[in-house]
């Protein structure tokens, strides 16, 4: 090559730079040149080049206010609101900035609120859910009275990388007025009137407002008098104070908030104190002391006694204040350990609840008992050895073993256990095994379930439970109990969640059950469900637009799903191809192809909607209405959970170039049922001319949930205008009229549409249709009640619970649901009793009033004396669902077994007292147990629609029981019912059962249900008395009214019999006998009528079943027997085919809509004729009458004969042989019916085969063989088709034979009787030679030959019975040139005999390739070119060559250097090993290992060898990489030290290949979340001020953790806010760094002096210890604070100044225990005693009697 063209050449490599996906700065890298030869020369200053990696700028974080963030304050009460936002999505790789700014709504900053600016700073490393935090000063403007105030806090961004959501980016707060809850403001005007004078007194009031808030003593408030009038000019005394004094009932009720905790040795348990009820305006202090059971103070946990807990004030229900319990770690083998700690106070405000709980002590993880086996290895034989012992011993003890310990055999491991289970897979099985012991007694252990990452209630349910093991239980059976959990698919698109089921021994038995630590925590991981997805499309799917608009907004929503990331659609813009007349693109429209991205959050009921604006071009010409069409595809990332809607995958856009132009001025209306919707249209574009005009547009409905003429009214409206009256924009009104179908339903909606009588000239906007949504009228309720209202149960035992759907207006078509929730009185909930099932039910859609929905409440088995009790409470946050409160309220009692008590309940829960009897029985039956003594068991009666005295007397109503009464035994009692004489409407009340004995105590049922039957045979009401006044003669009448009421009964005529009777005492009035009767003959009402209908429209059955045909009443009531005639009408059946065993309906007399059987039902008889026939139907129509009327749309059923499965017919071949001959041209086959009828057409398919041909196909019709390598080929043929009666022959010929190179042996043979059944099968045998000749591959053809005319062989139609054969050169063959060379030929000259042994010789040159290869060799073959001449003996040579040892092949490493988490368990490194140098024509393997750096294999990593593999053919310039994926496990040691590495290489594993050239180096980052815990080793210092400096040592304690790294923390000084800092001397402003260095671990102390000067003493001052900021995320503070305090001595002390003294030193101690209950320490402080380091002082000057104070 030309120099110039060499200098020229240039050489690439290909540098893959990766999209990470995470906001982070620029980067860069820097690559070098180097050279492996010596004779390469590399320029200086050319051989490196750097790249920079600019941020992908798609790359970004979503950061805002998570939901449910506080936004609501109150003046006085929040004196600060704290706000965090957080990141959303995404994570960081550099630090971003973000401004909270403030901006005035109703409030105004700084009057209201503090900060109009706020820099946030996000760091390096912060993730998803990682929060900046800052404070917003709330102000109280005292004695301002005004409204509720508003400003808004939005965040703004530095950088583009930064996404704020709409919804997320900015809160609104609400700052609440202070409430005047201690008095009345008094604003009045005081009068003095004429003649008054010095003296005089006018009064007025001021209002004093007992709040029920604990606050101070005494509370103050002024009143001012301000002069009003000009004479006035003087005021003395014109303020007044007025004090309140607290009432002494105020009081706030306060108790521990859990009542039993769990804590593990070595660690701390947080106790707190937790308000239940009140407010409290000044500080409140409870006390907690701690009392020793099985564990002991001091040894097992610090002592608490009397630590005081605060409570601040303003503080309210569920505010708590905490305290830390240390627990020590004793390093001892013990069972569970536990103690009690109490609340008390000596305030009389607070009332301590929950005072007593119980803390148990988990033994350490690390405390343990090493056993071994004292034999490895055991052989016993079969026969001879019985019994072997086999024994353990203990090897090591980490403490002193206080507990017997068990040691077992067993067959596996046993370690920590893990669910995964799909998110649909409803419910995981969680099991409890007993893996030692056996049980003679019950025995409990506690399951709780604690979430990590799954969410309570929406990922899962489980509540938490005593599981009970049974006496006779044992290991040896492997006897175990399970429970499920309910996994909840929530269809939201998220990633894995896991929560954890935490296994503990009940209090009862935690001596007597041990549970490993290895066993006692499940961790269930839900997988999501891979369906989960969304589903989007458009809304709408179709646009109306003016051409003068200029633009369409397109809108794509979510249809369906919830989303917790972020997905993107595609939309695109689109011709319609089907149409020659639709829009062209920019034309009419300009082209659009975005993105539309959803993120996370949004779902289909919350911001589903995202729009897009594509143009419009307005073309200014009048055209038909053009369309395009706008379509979505999938994004790569998200095409797997992204679906379209098949309906609204794509929209239509139609652009309007009409004359008139019309729109919806709404297209969502929301009304309530009974009321009509105004729906109003506009009119936008018409022509301006003068012709007058009237156009009518039509609106119709189509139903979308609400039906048409039941919902709303369905008739068509027309809206006119009139084109004389256009101007502008004018709107026209039309009412549709909603209907109240009184049923309780959600809402429902239907769509209002355009008609345009002159569609060529009128058009529409995309407001082309209004969606009316129907809500439901709050007149339309349902009444829901617990069944009983008291019920008692016995421990061990579980109890029913009901609600009950007492009533409701109209039909239920949608679900209610009522939740239960529990009140503890005496028993508790998890310790005496659980709910078991939902706490939620749900009367589902077609409920009916009647229906009840149950829980079970199981009572746990306890042995006591006591009966406890808890209350049920029913709630409906619905309110179509009304709770009757009478019966919101069950109350429950538990006996115990201990108890000899007996149950009585009820006997019904449903009663029916007819009116005309006068009388409701009332009965209950004893359920359980039998009647110590004579037991009166009150009754409760409560009316609901019935009223006392009105309808029903129950004065003193009770059920009595006599002694010995036992079970089934049943007493009843009567309640008086009052026949009022009114016709009206069933009424109703409820009778409850109570019990006044606890002897005697009620079960289930102890409600009744009383419903009082009108008295329906009066028809009439009739006047008392006739009356006749002085004066009235002989024939004188006197008349009175009688009122026929219409009942609306169908029934006969009736008499009414009226009798005249003397009222008159002095019997002057007489009664002619003949004429004191009259009858009053009732003719029934001709329009009284009842109306039926078939129960159902379609019957189907069987032939010679029978079927009933039942019509029902749905609307009137009956009096008398009504019969109903039936008219058949036949379809496809005839009267052959069934008949009727009645004619016609009977309904009897007092059947009605209501009633319960309102029903009444002929037979149909469907007769089996034995025929295959179709289906048959016939139709049965009720006919009316006068009385009878039948429902038009359900007056007719018809009934269908389903023909029968077992009738069947047979056909055969009429003949069995047929002869044809080839030159006719069809052949008639037949077939016949010889058993059975037909009455349809049937088909029957027929097959056909070639009897005579037999078919064979090649197993294989290519093969491949390689000399040397593969001796023989097999080729087979199988008989694929058909069987042999003959001997059949096959040969395998091929084209242009070559023997040579292969032999074929053959034929084959397949014999009589071989069949395609067995699959026969025959199979030649090709011999391959390996001729020892350099040469290509080859390819040879053979065809395959059947010497049968009955037989053919099928396969490839271009290759049928062609066999393809590849020979491949033997590759030890040596290549001539490449490998080897011979010089020249052999001359034997004239005169050469064999008598002088004449010789001569080749020259063969072996050509050194330096390729890697195997050993090669190559025949020689000695020719004569002369012709008289011959080669006799040896003519043939073989040579090997055997492989240079210096061929060698280079490799380079190519994969950069790694960074793995020390966090992470495992991690995947791809290696990748390049060929820089030589050639391979093996296959040859190398090993890649490490090598320790920082890192050390075994305790930092360790790593899955493999292998990297070469394959012949490789070289440095053809395919020079070669790839493997190895496995990194990483050990995360809990140390904190410094990032760490190690290198992978590859060894000299093959003399080949000696190893690369580089090595790669893998860094270990150190785990964020390895921290050392420090703190100031003491709370209080003293310092005397005797001296003018003293000198003090500070104390700073390693607590926990092991360093491995270098830490520093700063010590400041600061003084008590009341105190100046000029007072502390010059060391005030002290500050020091002190550092922990490399391999301090726990209990390391520092010590730091100080110098402090004081100038007035009797003062306070603090140690503040605090991280340096680049260790603030490894070292927690465990004691942050100390205080300092400066006493005062004062030597010969005046009387007069002791007393002061006396009162300095109150202050000081006040001011001591003020700052020493507020300190937490989670360390073990100590604290120094008072009077530390002053005894000596005090001693000497007491001694000296100068009378010195310390």
């Given at each position: 090559?030309?120099?110039?063209?060499?200098?020229?050449?240039?050489?690439?490599?290909?540098?893959?730079?990766?999209?990470?996906?995470?906001?982070?700065?620029?980067?860069?890298?820097?690559?070098?040149?180097?050279?492996?030869?010596?004779?390469?020369?590399?320029?200086?200053?050319?051989?490196?080049?750097?790249?920079?990696?600019?941020?992908?700028?798609?790359?970004?974080?979503?950061?805002?206010?998570?939901?449910?963030?506080?936004?609501?304050?109150?003046?006085?009460?929040?004196?600060?609101?704290?706000?965090?936002?957080?990141?959303?999505?995404?994570?960081?790789?550099?630090?971003?900035?973000?401004?909270?700014?403030?901006?005035?709504?109703?409030?105004?900053?700084?009057?209201?609120?503090?900060?109009?600016?706020?820099?946030?700073?996000?760091?390096?490393?912060?993730?998803?859910?990682?929060?900046?935090?800052?404070?917003?000063?709330?102000?109280?403007?005292?004695?301002?009275?005004?409204?509720?105030?508003?400003?808004?806090?939005?965040?703004?961004?530095?950088?583009?990388?930064?996404?704020?959501?709409?919804?997320?980016?900015?809160?609104?707060?609400?700052?609440?007025?202070?409430?005047?809850?201690?008095?009345?403001?008094?604003?009045?005007?005081?009068?003095?009137?004429?003649?008054?004078?010095?003296?005089?007194?006018?009064?007025?009031?001021?209002?004093?407002?007992?709040?029920?808030?604990?606050?101070?003593?005494?509370?103050?408030?002024?009143?001012?008098?301000?002069?009003?009038?000009?004479?006035?000019?003087?005021?003395?005394?014109?303020?007044?104070?007025?004090?309140?004094?607290?009432?002494?009932?105020?009081?706030?009720?306060?108790?521990?908030?859990?009542?039993?905790?769990?804590?593990?040795?070595?660690?701390?348990?947080?106790?707190?104190?937790?308000?239940?009820?009140?407010?409290?305006?000044?500080?409140?202090?409870?006390?907690?002391?701690?009392?020793?059971?099985?564990?002991?103070?001091?040894?097992?946990?610090?002592?608490?006694?009397?630590?005081?807990?605060?409570?601040?004030?303003?503080?309210?229900?569920?505010?708590?204040?905490?305290?830390?319990?240390?627990?020590?770690?004793?390093?001892?083998?013990?069972?569970?350990?536990?103690?009690?700690?109490?609340?008390?106070?000596?305030?009389?405000?607070?009332?301590?609840?929950?005072?007593?709980?119980?803390?148990?002590?988990?033994?350490?993880?690390?405390?343990?008992?090493?056993?071994?086996?004292?034999?490895?290895?055991?052989?016993?034989?079969?026969?001879?050895?019985?019994?072997?012992?086999?024994?353990?011993?203990?090897?090591?003890?980490?403490?002193?073993?206080?507990?017997?310990?068990?040691?077992?055999?067993?067959?596996?491991?046993?370690?920590?256990?893990?669910?995964?289970?799909?998110?649909?897979?409803?419910?995981?099985?969680?099991?409890?095994?007993?893996?030692?012991?056996?049980?003679?007694?019950?025995?409990?252990?506690?399951?709780?379930?604690?979430?990590?990452?799954?969410?309570?209630?929406?990922?899962?349910?489980?509540?938490?439970?005593?599981?009970?093991?049974?006496?006779?239980?044992?290991?040896?059976?492997?006897?175990?109990?399970?429970?499920?959990?309910?996994?909840?698919?929530?269809?939201?698109?998220?990633?894995?969640?896991?929560?954890?089921?935490?296994?503990?021994?009940?209090?009862?038995?935690?001596?007597?059950?041990?549970?490993?630590?290895?066993?006692?925590?499940?961790?269930?991981?839900?997988?999501?469900?891979?369906?989960?997805?969304?589903?989007?499309?458009?809304?709408?799917?179709?646009?109306?637009?003016?051409?003068?608009?200029?633009?369409?907004?397109?809108?794509?929503?979510?249809?369906?799903?919830?989303?917790?990331?972020?997905?993107?659609?595609?939309?695109?813009?689109?011709?319609?191809?089907?149409?020659?007349?639709?829009?062209?693109?920019?034309?009419?429209?300009?082209?659009?192809?975005?993105?539309?991205?959803?993120?996370?959050?949004?779902?289909?009921?919350?911001?589903?909607?995202?729009?897009?604006?594509?143009?419009?071009?307005?073309?200014?010409?009048?055209?038909?209405?053009?369309?395009?069409?706008?379509?979505?595809?999938?994004?790569?990332?998200?095409?797997?959970?992204?679906?379209?809607?098949?309906?609204?995958?794509?929209?239509?856009?139609?652009?309007?170039?009409?004359?008139?132009?019309?729109?919806?001025?709404?297209?969502?209306?929301?009304?309530?049922?009974?009321?009509?919707?105004?729906?109003?249209?506009?009119?936008?574009?018409?022509?301006?001319?003068?012709?007058?005009?009237?156009?009518?547009?039509?609106?119709?409905?189509?139903?979308?949930?609400?039906?048409?003429?039941?919902d709303y009214d369905d008739s068509m409206h027309v809206i006119l205008f009139r084109t004389e009256l256009l101007n502008g924009t004018m709107t026209e009104c039309t009412a549709i009229q909603i209907i109240d179908d009184h049923a309780i339903e959600g809402d429902e909606t239907f769509e209002v549409n355009l008609i345009f009588l002159y569609s060529s000239s009128t058009s529409v906007t995309n407001r082309n249709s209004a969606v009316v949504t129907i809500r439901q009228s709050s007149n339309n309720y349902a009444v829901g009640m617990f069944v009983d209202n008291a019920l008692t149960g016995v421990a061990g035992e579980d109890i029913k619970v009901c609600v009950l759907l007492e009533d409701a207006t109209g039909d239920i078509k949608r679900t209610l649901n009522v939740s239960v929730s529990t009140i503890n009185e005496t028993a508790f909930r998890g310790e005496d009793y659980e709910l078991l099932g939902p706490e939620t039910l749900s009367f589902s859609p077609g409920s009916t009033i009647g229906s009840t929905e149950c829980l079970t409440v199981q009572l746990v088995n306890k042995i006591s004396a006591n009966v406890i009790s808890f209350v049920l409470q029913l709630t409906s946050d619905d309110p179509a669902l009304k709770i009757l409160k009478e019966f919101a309220m069950l109350s429950i009692r538990i006996l115990h077994t201990l108890l000899p008590v007996s149950g009585v309940s009820m006997t019904a829960k449903l009663?029916?007292?007819?009116?005309?009897?006068?009388?409701?029985?009332?009965?209950?039956?004893?359920?359980?147990?039998?009647?110590?003594?004579?037991?009166?068991?009150?009754?409760?009666?409560?009316?609901?629609?019935?009223?006392?005295?009105?309808?029903?007397?129950?004065?003193?109503?009770?059920?009595?029981?006599?002694?010995?009464?036992?079970?089934?035994?049943?007493?009843?009692?009567?309640?008086?019912?009052?026949?009022?004489?009114?016709?009206?409407?069933?009424?109703?009340?409820?009778?409850?059962?109570?019990?006044?004995?606890?002897?005697?105590?009620?079960?289930?049922?102890?409600?009744?249900?009383?419903?009082?039957?009108?008295?329906?045979?009066?028809?009439?009401?009739?006047?008392?008395?006739?009356?006749?006044?002085?004066?009235?003669?002989?024939?004188?009448?006197?008349?009175?009214?009688?009122?026929?009421?219409?009942?609306?009964?169908?029934?006969?005529?009736?008499?009414?019999?009226?009798?005249?009777?003397?009222?008159?005492?002095?019997?002057?009035?007489?009664?002619?006998?003949?004429?004191?009767?009259?009858?009053?003959?009732?003719?029934?009402?001709?329009?009284?009528?009842?109306?039926?209908?078939?129960?159902?429209?379609?019957?189907?059955?069987?032939?010679?079943?029978?079927?009933?045909?039942?019509?029902?009443?749905?609307?009137?009531?009956?009096?008398?027997?009504?019969?109903?005639?039936?008219?058949?009408?036949?379809?496809?059946?005839?009267?052959?085919?069934?008949?009727?065993?009645?004619?016609?309906?009977?309904?009897?007399?007092?059947?009605?809509?209501?009633?319960?059987?309102?029903?009444?039902?002929?037979?149909?008889?469907?007769?089996?004729?034995?025929?295959?026939?179709?289906?048959?139907?016939?139709?049965?129509?009720?006919?009316?009458?006068?009385?009878?009327?039948?429902?038009?749309?359900?007056?007719?059923?018809?009934?269908?004969?389903?023909?029968?499965?077992?009738?069947?017919?047979?056909?055969?071949?009429?003949?069995?042989?047929?002869?044809?001959?080839?030159?006719?041209?069809?052949?008639?086959?037949?077939?016949?019916?010889?058993?059975?009828?037909?009455?349809?057409?049937?088909?029957?398919?027929?097959?056909?085969?070639?009897?005579?041909?037999?078919?064979?196909?090649?197993?294989?019709?290519?093969?491949?063989?390689?000399?040397?390598?593969?001796?023989?080929?097999?080729?087979?043929?199988?008989?694929?088709?058909?069987?042999?009666?003959?001997?059949?022959?096959?040969?395998?010929?091929?084209?242009?034979?070559?023997?040579?190179?292969?032999?074929?042996?053959?034929?084959?043979?397949?014999?009589?009787?071989?069949?395609?059944?067995?699959?026969?099968?025959?199979?030649?045998?090709?011999?391959?030679?390996?001729?020892?000749?350099?040469?290509?591959?080859?390819?040879?053809?053979?065809?395959?030959?059947?010497?049968?005319?009955?037989?053919?062989?099928?396969?490839?139609?271009?290759?049928?019975?062609?066999?393809?054969?590849?020979?491949?050169?033997?590759?030890?063959?040596?290549?001539?040139?490449?490998?080897?060379?011979?010089?020249?030929?052999?001359?034997?000259?004239?005169?050469?005999?064999?008598?002088?042994?004449?010789?001569?010789?080749?020259?063969?040159?072996?050509?050194?390739?330096?390729?890697?290869?195997?050993?090669?060799?190559?025949?020689?073959?000695?020719?004569?070119?002369?012709?008289?001449?011959?080669?006799?003996?040896?003519?043939?040579?073989?040579?090997?060559?055997?492989?240079?040892?210096?061929?060698?092949?280079?490799?380079?490493?190519?994969?950069?250097?790694?960074?793995?988490?020390?966090?992470?368990?495992?991690?995947?490194?791809?290696?990748?090993?390049?060929?820089?140098?030589?050639?391979?024509?093996?296959?040859?393997?190398?090993?890649?290992?490490?090598?320790?750096?920082?890192?050390?294999?075994?305790?930092?990593?360790?790593?899955?060898?493999?292998?990297?593999?070469?394959?012949?053919?490789?070289?440095?310039?053809?395919?020079?990489?070669?790839?493997?994926?190895?496995?990194?496990?990483?050990?995360?040691?809990?140390?904190?030290?410094?990032?760490?590495?190690?290198?992978?290489?590859?060894?000299?594993?093959?003399?080949?290949?000696?190893?690369?050239?580089?090595?790669?180096?893998?860094?270990?980052?150190?785990?964020?979340?390895?921290?050392?815990?420090?703190?100031?080793?003491?709370?209080?210092?003293?310092?005397?001020?005797?001296?003018?400096?003293?000198?003090?040592?500070?104390?700073?304690?390693?607590?926990?953790?092991?360093?491995?790294?270098?830490?520093?923390?700063?010590?400041?000084?600061?003084?008590?806010?009341?105190?100046?800092?000029?007072?502390?001397?010059?060391?005030?402003?002290?500050?020091?760094?002190?550092?922990?260095?490399?391999?301090?671990?726990?209990?390391?102390?520092?010590?730091?002096?100080?110098?402090?000067?004081?100038?007035?003493?009797?003062?306070?001052?603090s140690v503040i210890l605090q991280p340096i900021p680049k260790d603030r995320d490894v070292i927690r503070i465990a004691n942050a604070q100390a205080f300092i305090k400066i006493s005062v001595h004062t030597v010969a002390l005046s009387t007069s100044d002791k007393s002061s003294r006396m009162f300095s030193r109150e202050q000081e101690q006040e001011q001591e225990q003020e700052l020493l209950p507020k300190t937490r320490s989670r360390s073990r402080s100590r604290y120094l005693k008072p009077g530390a380091g002053a005894g000596a002082g005090a001693g000497a000057g007491a001694g000296a009697g100068a009378g010195v104070a310390t």
């Open positions: 090559m030309p120099l110039e063209q060499l200098l020229q050449t240039a050489s690439c490599v290909d540098l893959s730079v990766m999209n990470d996906s995470i906001l982070e700065n620029t980067e860069s890298l820097s690559v070098s040149v180097s050279s492996l030869l010596l004779f390469v020369f590399i320029s200086p200053s050319m051989n490196f080049a750097f790249i920079y990696i600019f941020e992908d700028p798609n790359d970004y974080i979503t950061i805002g206010f998570a939901s449910g963030a506080p936004s609501i304050v109150t003046e006085g009460l929040n004196l600060t609101l704290k706000l965090c936002p957080e990141i959303l999505n995404g994570s960081l790789e550099k630090d971003v900035t973000v401004f909270a700014t403030t901006m005035d709504i109703t409030a105004t900053s700084p009057s209201d609120y503090g900060y109009e600016y706020v820099e946030l700073k996000f760091s390096y490393g912060q993730r998803v859910g990682d929060k900046v935090c800052f404070f917003i000063g709330i102000n109280n403007d005292v004695n301002v009275l005004e409204y509720t105030e508003q400003f808004e806090v939005s965040l703004t961004q530095c950088c583009k990388d930064i996404y704020f959501p709409p919804q997320q980016g900015s809160i609104l707060v609400t700052i609440l007025e202070e409430p005047a809850d201690d008095y009345v403001p008094l604003n009045s005007t005081i009068t003095f009137i004429y003649g008054m004078s010095s003296g005089s007194t006018i009064c007025t009031y001021a209002t004093i407002i007992d709040d029920d808030v604990v606050e101070e003593d005494v509370e103050n408030f002024n009143l001012s008098i301000i002069a009003t009038e000009p004479p006035v000019t003087t005021i003395s005394l014109s303020l007044s104070t007025i004090s309140i004094q607290e009432r002494n009932n105020d009081a706030v009720e306060i108790g521990l908030n859990q009542r039993r905790y769990v804590g593990t040795e070595g660690g701390s348990v947080i106790v707190c104190a937790k308000i239940f009820n009140g407010y409290i305006e000044r500080t409140v202090s409870v006390y907690l002391s701690a009392y020793s059971g099985t564990a002991n103070e001091g040894t097992d946990f610090i002592g608490v006694s009397r630590v005081v807990l605060k409570m601040p004030m303003y503080s309210s229900v569920n505010d708590t204040i905490c305290t830390d319990i240390m627990i020590t770690n004793d390093t001892d083998i013990e069972p569970e350990e536990q103690f009690t700690i109490t609340l008390e106070t000596v305030d009389p405000a607070v009332n301590i609840t929950f005072k007593t709980g119980i803390v148990l002590i988990l033994i350490d993880s690390h405390d343990v008992a090493i056993f071994e086996m004292k034999l490895k290895t055991v052989t016993v034989t079969e026969g001879r050895n019985s019994s072997f012992p086999i024994c353990a011993s203990l090897k090591s003890l980490s403490g002193t073993l206080t507990t017997s310990v068990s040691v077992g055999l067993v067959t596996n491991d046993i370690s920590s256990f893990v669910h995964v289970v799909n998110e649909t897979q409803g419910d995981v099985e969680i099991c409890i095994e007993m893996i030692h012991g056996a049980l003679e007694r019950n025995v409990s252990v506690y399951l709780q379930a604690i979430p990590i990452t799954a969410t309570f209630t929406l990922d899962y349910i489980d509540v938490e439970k005593n599981i009970t093991f049974s006496s006779g239980l044992s290991a040896f059976q492997k006897d175990k109990m399970c429970t499920n959990i309910t996994i909840i698919n929530d269809n939201v698109l998220e990633d894995a969640e896991n929560f954890q089921e935490l296994l503990l021994p009940t209090l009862e038995d935690q001596d007597v059950v041990l549970i490993p630590a290895v066993l006692s925590v499940d961790v269930v991981t839900i997988i999501e469900d891979s369906h989960d997805g969304i589903e989007v499309g458009f809304e709408p799917n179709s646009y109306n637009v003016s051409a003068s608009d200029g633009m369409v907004l397109v809108c794509v929503a979510i249809y369906k799903g919830t989303l917790e990331r972020d997905v993107a659609v595609l939309m695109v813009t689109s011709i319609d191809a089907n149409r020659t007349d639709g829009a062209i693109l920019g034309y009419h429209f300009t082209s659009v192809h975005v993105v539309v991205q959803f993120i996370s959050g949004q779902s289909e009921v919350v911001n589903r909607t995202r729009c897009i604006s594509i143009g419009i071009v307005n073309d200014v010409t009048t055209e038909p209405v053009e369309e395009f069409l706008v379509f979505l595809d999938k994004v790569a990332a998200d095409s797997s959970v992204v679906d379209f809607s098949e309906e609204f995958s794509n929209a239509t856009v139609h652009i309007h170039n009409a004359d008139y132009v019309f729109q919806f001025v709404n297209t969502s209306y929301v009304q309530l049922e009974g009321s009509p919707v105004i729906i109003c249209l506009q009119i936008i574009k018409y022509p301006q001319n003068d012709q007058v005009q009237t156009i009518p547009v039509i609106l119709s409905t189509r139903s979308v949930s609400a039906t048409g003429g039941q009663a029916v007292a007819k009116e005309e009897l006068r009388v409701a029985e009332l009965c209950a039956i004893i359920k359980r147990g039998t009647i110590a003594h004579d037991t009166v068991f009150p009754v409760f009666v409560l009316g609901t629609t019935a009223t006392e005295t009105e309808d029903y007397v129950s004065d003193n109503v009770t059920i009595n029981f006599k002694s010995g009464d036992t079970v089934n035994s049943t007493r009843c009692t009567s309640v008086s019912i009052v026949d009022d004489n009114l016709l009206e409407s069933n009424e109703t009340f409820f009778a409850i059962l109570l019990s006044s004995d606890d002897d005697a105590l009620t079960a289930s049922p102890t409600v009744t249900r009383v419903v009082i039957q009108d008295d329906r045979g009066k028809g009439y009401s009739v006047p008392r008395s006739f009356e006749f006044a002085v004066g009235m003669a002989e024939n004188s009448l006197q008349c009175i009214d009688v009122t026929i009421h219409d009942d609306e009964f169908v029934e006969d005529d009736e008499e009414l019999v009226l009798k005249i009777e003397s009222l008159d005492p002095n019997a002057f009035v007489t009664i002619v006998q003949d004429y004191s009767i009259t009858t009053l003959y009732i003719k029934e009402d001709s329009n009284d009528f009842i109306e039926i209908h078939w129960v159902k429209e379609n019957y189907a059955a069987q032939e010679s079943e029978d079927v009933e045909l039942c019509a029902q009443i749905g609307g009137g009531a009956l009096r008398k027997d009504v019969v109903v005639t039936v008219n058949v009408s036949l379809n496809t059946a005839t009267f052959e085919d069934f008949y009727l065993l009645a004619t016609a309906l009977i309904f009897k007399s007092g059947q009605s809509a209501v009633s319960t059987n309102s029903r009444s039902c002929i037979m149909v008889h469907i007769i089996d004729d034995m025929f295959v026939e179709m289906n048959e139907s016939f139709s049965i129509k009720l006919l009316s009458s006068d009385i009878v009327h039948v429902s038009p749309s359900n007056d007719t059923t018809t009934v269908t004969i389903l023909d029968d499965l077992s009738d069947v017919i047979s056909i055969e071949w009429s003949e069995r042989v047929y002869n044809a001959v080839e030159e006719d041209t069809n052949v008639l086959i037949c077939a016949s019916i010889i058993n059975g009828t037909l009455e349809t057409n049937v088909t029957v398919p027929f097959t056909y085969s070639q009897g005579t041909v037999a078919t064979f196909s090649l197993v294989e019709n290519r093969f491949m063989s390689t000399e040397g390598v593969n001796s023989t080929v097999l080729m087979c043929i199988l008989l694929s088709i058909g069987s042999l009666e003959k001997t059949v022959t096959m040969s395998m010929e091929n084209e242009g034979t070559s023997v040579t190179d292969y032999k074929v042996d053959g034929p084959i043979v397949f014999l009589p009787g071989s069949s395609d059944n067995d699959k026969s099968t025959e199979c030649f045998i090709v011999n391959i030679i390996d001729d020892d000749i350099v040469e290509g591959t080859e390819v040879f053809i053979l065809n395959l030959t059947v010497n049968s005319s009955g037989c053919r062989i099928v396969g490839d139609p271009s290759s049928s019975g062609e066999v393809e054969l590849t020979i491949i050169d033997d590759p030890t063959d040596a290549k001539s040139l490449t490998d080897y060379s011979i010089e020249g030929s052999t001359i034997f000259q004239p005169g050469s005999s064999a008598a002088i042994n004449t010789t001569q010789c080749f020259v063969l040159n072996i050509t050194n390739d330096d390729i890697v290869e195997n050993t090669e060799q190559f025949l020689l073959i000695l020719n004569v070119a002369s012709s008289y001449c011959t080669v006799s003996g040896e003519a043939e040579v073989n040579l090997t060559i055997i492989e240079d040892p210096a061929d060698v092949v280079t490799l380079f490493l190519q994969s950069s250097n790694y960074y793995i988490r020390e966090a992470s368990s495992s991690d995947n490194l791809e290696v990748c090993g390049v060929i820089q140098k030589g050639s391979l024509e093996r296959d040859v393997s190398v090993a890649i290992v490490a090598t320790n750096g920082t890192a050390i294999y075994g305790a930092d990593y360790t790593l899955e060898s493999t292998d990297l593999t070469f394959t012949s053919g490789q070289n440095q310039s053809y395919n020079t990489m070669q790839c493997k994926t190895i496995t990194i496990h990483v050990i995360d040691d809990s140390i904190l030290e410094y990032n760490e590495s190690f290198s992978l290489s590859i060894v000299a594993a093959h003399p080949a290949i000696p190893g690369a050239t580089n090595e790669i180096t893998v860094v270990i980052k150190e785990d964020p979340s390895d921290f050392v815990e420090i703190g100031l080793a003491q709370l209080l210092y003293e310092v005397d001020q005797d001296f003018v400096s003293v000198p003090l040592q500070i104390d700073v304690e390693m607590v926990s953790g092991n360093l491995q790294r270098n830490v520093s923390l700063t010590i400041s000084l600061a003084s008590k806010p009341t105190t100046s800092i000029a007072t502390l001397g010059v060391n005030a402003l002290f500050m020091n760094t002190t550092t922990f260095t490399y391999g301090e671990s726990s209990g390391a102390v520092h010590q730091e002096m100080l110098n402090i000067s004081s100038i007035h003493g009797n003062e306070f001052a």
